[in-house]
């Protein structure tokens, strides 16, 4: 059994890791992919005293580094069960997708999360070549290009506002008769000069020159005509998705599923921390969830210590 048992393996899981590691507890991380969203990822601008990185490069760095420490690392395990322990101090229990289980006097749940995808033809096929989904991690990418935003609730609205300070021109996609973000956010969109709005639409397609995006179709669902936009960028704004469905009924999860925690990173249960993509935190990017797993390892070291001896 483990001291500090970290399931996920991203930059959150990777800096809990650390942090308890060099606390000379007895560390494991279990990790359905070791490097998490961040192998999905091309260019890097946004990595502090960085200027510039690729995501696997950061993925293999983030795993160099966790091995520098007495860590020991299961990739490739899904967890699919949290079993709390029964009485606090106890260990909670993680049952793997294999059958097997891992046991932690401590757990810090650091799942990510995934973009919802509009699942139509080219959107793969041109990821990260025009098709993106973090605006603050891209946006600049776009500097004086076209590009749309698909999805007209908070998160879209938003994307368009701050694109539109970046890109030639943005077209926002709904696929509603009408946007669904607050109000003073589609203000501010309709005051903006270089933003179009298209409701009713249903995007149907990204279209490209097999090296990057070069327009998208959508169906107007009124008429049920096909259009067709020239454009460089994709952002689709459809929803992030916490990976949290494994946690039901144990940790207590917000509406959206992500894992409620508090300023330590503690979660409803007690021992249990949580950290990065998958929980409450405002704002979903590589620093602030490595800040997170931090925050995590250290608040789990400040529990066990707390621990009645046994
Ligand atoms: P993740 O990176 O999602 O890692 C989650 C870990 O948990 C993975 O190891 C995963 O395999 C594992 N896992 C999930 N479910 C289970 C389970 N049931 N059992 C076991 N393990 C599980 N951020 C920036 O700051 N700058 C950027 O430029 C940037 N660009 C991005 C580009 C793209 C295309 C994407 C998708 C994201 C980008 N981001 C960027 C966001 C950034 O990658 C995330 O904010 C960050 O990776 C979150 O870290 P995390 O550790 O919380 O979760």
Same mark, same amino acid.
């Given at each position: /059994?483990? @001291?500090?048992?970290?399931?996920?393996? &991203?930059? *959150?899981?990777?800096?809990?890791?650390?942090?308890?590691?060099? %606390? $000379?507890?007895?560390?494991?991380?279990?990790?359905?992919?070791?490097?998490?969203?961040?192998?999905?990822?091309?260019?890097?601008?946004?990595?502090?005293?960085?200027?510039?990185?690729?995501?696997?490069?950061?993925?293999?760095?983030?795993?160099?580094?966790?091995?520098?420490?007495?860590?020991?690392?299961?990739?490739?395990?899904?967890?699919?069960?949290?079993?709390?322990?029964?009485?606090?101090?106890?260990?909670?229990?993680?049952?793997?997708?294999?059958?097997?289980?891992?046991?932690?006097?401590?757990?810090?749940?650091?799942?990510?999360?995934?973009?919802?995808?509009?699942?139509? /033809?080219? @959107?793969?096929?041109?990821?990260?070549? &025009?098709? *993106?989904?973090?605006?603050?991690?891209?946006?600049?990418?776009? %500097? $004086?290009?076209?590009?749309?935003?698909?999805?007209?609730?908070?998160?879209?609205?938003?994307?368009?506002?701050?694109?539109?300070?970046?890109?030639?021109?943005?077209?926002?996609?709904?696929?509603?008769?009408?946007?669904?973000?607050?109000?003073?956010?589609?203000?501010?969109?309709?005051?903006?000069?270089?933003?179009?709005?298209?409701?009713?639409?249903?995007?149907?397609?990204?279209?490209?020159?097999?090296?990057?995006?070069?327009?998208?179709?959508?169906?107007?669902?009124?008429?049920?005509?096909?259009?067709?936009?020239?454009?460089?960028?994709?952002?689709?704004?459809?929803?992030?998705?916490?990976?949290?469905?494994?946690?039901?009924?144990?940790? *207590?999860?917000?509406?959206?599923?992500?894992?409620?925690?508090?300023?330590?990173?503690?979660?409803?249960?007690?021992?249990?921390?949580?950290?990065?993509?998958?929980?409450?935190?405002?704002?979903?990017?590589?620093?602030?969830?490595?800040?997170?797993?931090?925050?995590?390892?250290?608040?789990?070291?400040?529990?066990?210590?707390?621990?009645?001896?046994?």
């Amino acid at each position: /059994p483990f @001291e500090v048992l970290i399931v996920g393996g &991203g930059p *959150a899981g990777a800096a809990a890791a650390i942090y308890a590691a060099r %606390k $000379g507890i007895r560390t494991g991380v279990a990790a359905e992919r070791f490097g998490g969203q961040v192998l999905d990822t091309m260019d890097i601008e946004n990595f502090i005293s960085v200027s510039r990185t690729e995501g696997p490069k950061l993925a293999s760095a983030l795993e160099a580094h966790v091995k520098d420490y007495d860590v020991e690392i299961m990739n490739l395990q899904k967890a699919t069960k949290l079993i709390p322990a029964r009485t606090e101090g106890g260990y909670h229990e993680v049952v793997l997708e294999n059958g097997a289980s891992l046991k932690g006097r401590t757990l810090i749940l650091s799942t990510g999360a995934r973009w919802r995808q509009m699942g139509v /033809p080219g @959107e793969d096929e041109y990821r990260n070549k &025009g098709v *993106a989904y973090c605006p603050h991690c891209d946006g600049p990418l776009f %500097k $004086g290009r076209r590009v749309a935003v698909i999805g007209g609730g908070n998160s879209g609205v938003e994307a368009a506002i701050d694109l539109a300070g970046i890109v030639a021109h943005v077209t926002l996609i709904e696929f509603d008769s009408q946007l669904r973000a607050d109000a003073v956010l589609q203000r501010k969109l309709a005051s903006l000069p270089n933003v179009k709005i298209i409701t009713s639409a249903l995007t149907s397609k990204v279209d490209g020159n097999g090296d990057r995006v070069t327009g998208l179709s959508y169906k107007d669902r009124n008429s049920g005509e096909e259009h067709d936009i020239e454009l460089e960028g994709i952002f689709v704004q459809i929803g992030l998705v916490p990976n949290t469905e494994w946690l039901k009924d144990t940790v *207590a999860l917000s509406p959206r599923g992500e894992i409620e925690i508090d300023a330590r990173g503690e979660t409803s249960v007690p021992g249990i921390f949580a950290a990065g993509d998958c929980t409450t935190v405002p704002y979903k990017q590589i620093v602030i969830a490595m800040g997170a797993g931090s925050t995590a390892g250290l608040s789990a070291f400040d529990y066990l210590i707390r621990l009645p001896a046994s």
